[in-house]
């Protein structure tokens, strides 16, 4: 880890991201107001079969963060709180939609708390017009054909 890094606010924002949504890029544009860089993180998990390929995800949410170099995306596999310690990364940042994103994301706070207790969580909660928006529905309304462009960003083109 450079020491450069070492003395900034460095946030990783982990999901699987297929796709990114509205709601995912409003949480990384809210959190620079926060942190000074945030690793869009994309957690590979051999058992899930995912709609998009990892490659095109990534290509995607960079297309969306081109002009801001606070913003990088990466895969990763296993922990979160072991990439955070690799990518010299002291929070997790995580949206919160409603009460149910609460209890389950407070309890995986908890537990990467006990893992690692240099790691803290820090929630943001959703803007109301994202709250109804994740990637389970707009991949529904993908494979339905309907028009999923109001809940993705203007980058992600879907074919």
Same mark, same amino acid.
Request: charged share 25%; with cysteine; glycine share 6%.
């Given at each position: 880890?450079?020491?450069?890094?070492?003395?900034?606010?460095?946030?990783?924002?982990?999901?699987?991201?297929?796709?990114?949504?509205?709601?995912?890029?409003?949480? #990384?544009?809210?959190?620079?107001?926060?942190? +000074?860089?945030?690793?869009?993180?994309?957690?590979?998990?051999?058992?899930? +079969?995912?709609?998009?390929?990892?490659?095109?995800?990534?290509?995607?949410?960079?297309?969306?963060?081109?002009?801001?170099?606070? #913003?990088?995306?990466?895969?990763?596999?296993?922990?979160?709180?072991?990439?955070?310690? +690799?990518?010299?990364?002291?929070?997790?940042?995580?949206?919160?939609?409603?009460?149910? +994103?609460?209890?389950?994301?407070?309890?995986?706070?908890?537990?990467?708390?006990?893992?690692?207790?240099?790691?803290?969580?820090?929630?943001?909660?959703?803007?109301?017009?994202?709250?109804?928006?994740?990637?389970?529905?707009?991949?529904?309304?993908?494979?339905?054909?309907?028009?999923?462009?109001?809940?993705?960003?203007?980058?992600?083109?879907?074919?």
């Amino acid at each position: 880890m450079s020491e450069s890094v070492s003395n900034k606010k460095v946030a990783v924002f982990p999901g699987s991201y297929d796709p990114f949504t509205r709601g995912h890029e409003s949480i #990384v544009k809210r959190g620079l107001e926060v942190f +000074d860089k945030i690793i869009v993180a994309i957690g590979v998990n051999s058992g899930k +079969d995912y709609m998009f390929p990892l490659e095109k995800r990534i290509a995607w949410i960079e297309e969306v963060f081109q002009n801001d170099n606070r #913003v990088e995306v990466k895969s990763f596999t296993g922990l979160t709180v072991d990439f955070c310690n +690799d990518e010299g990364a002291k929070y997790i940042l995580r949206g919160l939609r409603n009460t149910r +994103d609460f209890e389950f994301e407070s309890e995986i706070g908890t537990l990467n708390r006990s893992l690692n207790g240099h790691i803290e969580t820090v929630f943001l909660i959703s803007l109301p017009q994202f709250a109804a928006i994740n990637s389970t529905i707009v991949r529904e309304i993908i494979r339905n054909n309907g028009n999923f462009t109001p809940f993705v960003p203007d980058q992600i083109q879907i074919t």
